[in-house]
């Protein structure tokens, strides 16, 4: 992100970003969306089978004192702090629409949009271009 930054300078030209912070993003991957991701990837057939099985069927139980409720199915998220968690949700969210003028940067759960342009106001007339559909 920053060798654009120092490239658009180079050249005279103005970057302009949108941070994206989703709040619990792990916890709101559909992840069902996310399994037909993982088939459209067209990624070897041993590898999406493992991360079809880390998505489905996963169940948590409460403790309280000694006691414990009955499971109960998770029907969203990925599990936080898992080594798979971060790829998971990249894949999730590859296909932000962008146009030509911009760049996607992603980071666990954090994404960055970059655009330079040869003009500063750009960004201004052209607002959609570092918006997201």
């Not at 991701?37 to 493992?50: C, E, F, M, S, Y």
């Not at 980071?107 to 559909?133: C, E, G, V």
Request: hydrophobic letters at 40%; one cysteine or more.
């Amino acid at each position: 992100m920053t060798e654009i930054i120092k490239q658009g300078w180079s050249e005279s030209k103005d970057t302009g970003a949108v941070f994206l912070d989703v709040a619990k993003a792990f916890d709101k991957v559909w992840t069902n969306g996310l399994i037909y991701k993982l088939i459209q990837l067209n990624i070897p057939d041993a590898l999406t089978k493992l991360l079809i099985s880390y998505l489905s069927d996963r169940k948590f139980k409460v403790r309280v004192g000694r006691s414990f409720c009955t499971y109960k199915n998770i029907k969203a998220g990925i599990a936080q702090g898992s080594i798979l968690a971060p790829l998971c949700y990249n894949i999730f969210i590859n296909d932000i629409p962008r146009t030509s003028r911009t760049q996607l940067y992603l980071f666990a759960d954090d994404t960055a949009i970059l655009s330079t342009a040869k003009y500063h106001y750009y960004p201004q007339r052209h607002p959609t271009t570092l918006k997201p559909t």
